[in-house]
């Protein structure tokens, strides 16, 4: 369990990391599925899985027991990150695109 004072472990971080990249691959995976409710599925059991091997890494490598608490959290969190992500709540600014034609070099005249 997360205590007070505690560092985040690496694994948390990693699930974190891969919940952003889910969405993306839920799109790969579901491009012939019409249905968004079969892409909201793989997408949660997805992330299921992404939490309990976590923590099933994190209690192996800790040689704790497998944890509830730390599945839910890591969990429920990946499930907002993921489902931000596949919804567009986020929606791009353009700062990428300013920067990158800041940073354009005009072709050479010949």
């Known amino acids: 369990m997360i205590e007070t004072g505690e560092v985040v472990d690496w694994v948390l971080i990693l699930n974190w990391i891969i919940a952003f990249g889910l969405p993306l691959l839920v799109g790969l995976i579901t491009t012939r599925l ?42 429920l969190g990946a499930l ?9 709540v986020w929606k791009p600014t353009g700062a990428a695109a300013a920067a990158q034609e800041a940073l354009r070099t005009p072709p050479a005249s010949g």
């Open 80 to 88: 907002a990150v993921a489902y931000g992500a596949y919804s567009n």
């Open 34 to 75: 019409d249905t968004s409710l079969s892409k909201v599925l793989w997408l949660a059991g997805l992330n299921v899985l992404n939490a309990g091997l976590g923590e099933l890494v994190r209690a192996l490598e800790t040689d704790q027991p497998w944890s509830l608490t730390n599945f839910m959290f890591t969990l």
